[in-house]
Structures are given as C-alpha cells and as structure tokens.
C-alpha cells in the first residue's frame, strides 16, 4: 500500500512539471499589439496673425475613424502647440458662402486700359477648405502703385565759343561749366583765327546725369461671389492648438563638456563614479526567469521520488 501511494505521489510530480512547463510558455508568448488606427490628415489648416492659435480641419468620411487625428505637441516657427479642443461639425449636404479673393499682378503701364486687359472680368476659385465657385471682379477695387525705381546714367556733352581772345592761352578758358543743371569739366579746346589777329576758342565739355524711372506697377484688385460644394456624409473635425512663444536657447558656454550622466544631482561639479552606477536587471527579466526556476524544482523533485521507488524495489 505504501509503495502505490509513493508511485501515484511521483506521478503527481511529473504531471505538475509538464504543466508548469505549458505555463511558463504561455507567459513566455507576448501579447497581440493592439492595431493602430489609419493617419487622418487636415483638409484645411489656419494660424491666427500672432501665431496664438493653430487650428487643423478634417473632413472625414462613414469609413475613417477620427481616432487616427494626431493629437500631439509640435512646434512651428518659434511656438509650442498643444491641442487644447476637438470639435466635432456635421457638415450640410450643400455647403455655400460668400467669399471674396485678393489678386495681385504685375504691370508695365498704369495705363487702366491696358491694367484691365490682365484681369479676365471672371476667374474660377477654390478656397482652402475646398469651396469652389467663379468670382466676378470688382471694378472699384482696382488699384495701381508703383512696384519700384530705377536709375540711369548718361552721358552729357556742352559747347562753349569763346572770341576775341588776345593769345591762344587756355587760361582765359573756364575748366568747368553748368549745363541744364548738369556740371560739366572741359575737354578739349579748338582755336581758330580771327582777321584782326585775335582768336576764337571753341571749348568741348563733357560730363554725367543721373535719372530715375519707374520699373513697373502692381495691381491688385478683388473678386467676389458664392462658392459651395456638396458633402457626401462628411462629417468635419477641427483640432485647436494653443501656442506658446519658445523661449530662446542660450548658447553654451566653451569649454563646458562635461557629461550630465557623470555628475552629481546634489553637486554638479562633483563626477560620479561610473562603477556606481545601478545595476539592477529589469523587472520582465526577473518574471521570465522565476517560472524556469519552478519548473527546475519540480523535475528534480520528481527525480528524487523516481529514485527513492527504485531503491525500495
């Protein structure tokens, strides 16, 4: 009776080591990641004028999940935004505004003749949160300025005659005259021969003006109208991002490599000791290893009941 009671307590053993060994598999197998829903992205994206405010528009249909709207902190141009508010819009079957488009182009003549000839009297537009319609212009909107000068230089030449002169000297020539309010230098003097034996000088001065002239002109003018457009069951999604300023980083100093990993909290300057470091295993390493531990002891338990029956026998 007691060596069946020792054969059935061995059974028992080797039983419980195969089920520890299912088990430890089991916990060895990682869960399923959870599936990730598909990225939406903004149809229209607007930013208020002192870059307080950022807000993101997504127009998403019956089959996109609103999960997949990134949620997270970015920065852009000198702010850090943080989503503050998702607003969720059911969109009408037909969408349509008012709107009215700014448009700027370039002309050589201020000429209205020939500005109205670069606007068409109608232009098609879509809008940024994808309205379209055609836009008439409007005539009292039409302005023309000067887009820039330049300046050119040119050559400006004088002739002086000077007679009656006693000696061919050119001392009795001016070596510089005013010219239409140009100053000009002289350059060269021809003599010629008068009957009572004086002489005539006939005196060549050159020099530069400088003009300005108009480059060109900008215009720009306004269109106006309806713009619409049909939703096919959308249904609309604005995520709102405050900003905040980033403050300006300052420059480090030279020199200064030390290693934050190797210095103190308490004391900055004081390096710690890298062979202090901790060592401690993570905590998942320690899990995996205890049920392997387990398993080990029931085996040689049940080694150990295996050879105890024999020696009886």
């Known amino acids: 009776m007691k060596r069946k009671t020792i054969i059935?307590?061995?059974?028992?053993?080797?039983?419980?080591?195969?089920?520890?060994?299912?088990?430890?598999?089991?916990?060895?197998?990682?869960?399923?990641?959870?599936?990730?829903?598909?990225?939406?992205?903004?149809?229209?994206?607007?930013?208020?004028?002192?870059?307080g405010e950022i807000r993101k528009m997504y127009d998403l249909g019956p089959e996109d999940n609103p999960a997949g709207i990134s949620r997270s902190d970015f920065e852009q141009e000198g702010y850090h935004y943080t989503l503050t508010d998702l607003?969720?819009?059911?969109?009408?079957?037909?969408?349509?505004?008012?709107?009215?488009?700014?448009?700027?182009?370039?002309?050589k003549s201020k000429d209205m003749g020939a500005v109205l000839a670069l606007l068409p009297q109608t232009k098609e537009f879509v809008t940024e949160d994808g309205l379209a319609g055609t836009l008439a212009l409007k005539l009292?909107?039409?302005?023309?300025?000067?887009?820039?000068?330049?300046?050119?230089?040119?050559?400006?030449?004088?002739?002086?005659?000077?007679?009656?002169?006693?000696?061919?000297?050119?001392?009795?020539?001016?070596?510089?005259?005013?010219?239409n309010g140009h100053s000009l230098t002289l350059q060269t003097v021809n003599w010629q021969t008068e009957g009572d034996g004086h002489f005539t000088a006939v005196a060549s001065y050159s020099?530069?003006?400088?003009?300005?002239?108009?480059?060109?002109?900008?215009?720009t003018a306004d269109y106006a109208g309806t713009v619409s457009r049909i939703n096919l069951n959308k249904v609309r999604y604005v995520a709102i991002f405050e900003g905040t300023a980033l403050e300006p980083v300052a420059p480090e100093e030279p020199g200064d490599t030390s290693d934050p990993g190797l210095t103190d909290p308490a004391d900055p300057t004081t390096p710690v000791d890298p062979?202090?470091?901790?060592t401690d295993a993570p905590t998942s390493e320690k899990n995996n290893v205890l049920p392997v531990v387990a398993v080990v002891v029931v085996?040689?338990?049940?080694?150990?009941?295996?050879?105890?029956?024999?020696?009886?026998?």
Do not use: W
């Open 275 to 278: 062979t202090d470091a901790p």
């Open 87 to 107: 607003l969720k819009q059911e969109l009408p079957a037909n969408e349509s505004r008012q709107h009215t488009e700014t448009v700027s182009v370039n002309s």
């Open 8 to 51: 059935h307590a061995a059974r028992l053993l080797c039983v419980l080591a195969l089920a520890m060994s299912l088990t430890t598999a089991a916990f060895a197998a990682d869960p399923p990641e959870p599936v990730q829903p598909s990225p939406c992205y903004p149809t229209a994206v607007t930013r208020s004028e002192d870059g």
């Open 299 to 313: 085996v040689l338990l049940g080694g150990g009941a295996f050879y105890f029956i024999k020696r009886r026998r």
């Open 140 to 179: 009292d909107t039409v302005n023309v300025e000067v887009a820039g000068y330049g300046s050119a230089t040119k050559s400006v030449t004088a002739t002086r005659t000077y007679p009656g002169l006693a000696d061919q000297d050119t001392q009795y020539i001016p070596k510089s005259i005013s010219d």
């Open 207 to 219: 020099g530069s003006a400088t003009s300005s002239y108009v480059k060109g002109y900008t215009v």
